[in-house]
């Protein structure tokens, strides 16, 4: 079993940058696929970003391919999401998610992942 907790979220300014945190505990955190996802008020949880145990492989949602940019250490246990450029609509809650995996895969689909964090809120004002 793994415990997730992210951080790092707050208020910007749209065109700024946040970069936010996930620290993962347990001694097999190289055994998981890592997500981000994020949840605007009203909306179902959505797919943001993914990498694969090794991190070796990422994958991007539409709406963010080009700005935000993950990765991981997994001699660390975190996960990280760089955000740029930020617009208004990346204003969410950001959740960080993990699946455990023998493959080298990346997930994208939120029932897949196997354990949540509590989510940081990620705010962009206009």
């Known amino acids: 079993q793994v415990q997730l907790v992210e951080s790092g979220g707050g208020l910007v300014q749209s065109g700024g940058s946040l970069r936010l945190s996930c620290a993962a505990s347990g001694r097999t955190f190289r055994s998981y696929a890592m997500g981000w996802f994020r949840q605007a008020p009203g909306n179902e949880r959505e797919f943001v970003a993914a990498?694969?145990?090794?991190?070796?492989?990422?994958y991007y949602a539409d709406s963010v391919k080009g700005r935000f940019t993950i990765s991981r250490d997994n001699a660390k246990n975190t996960v990280t999401l760089q955000m740029n450029s930020l617009k208004p609509e990346d204003t969410a809650l950001y959740y960080c998610a993990a699946k455990l995996t023998g493959g080298s895969s990346w997930y994208a689909i939120r029932d897949e992942y196997d354990y949540w964090g509590q989510g940081t809120q990620v705010t962009v004002s206009s």
């Open positions: 990498i694969s145990w090794s991190g070796g492989s990422t």
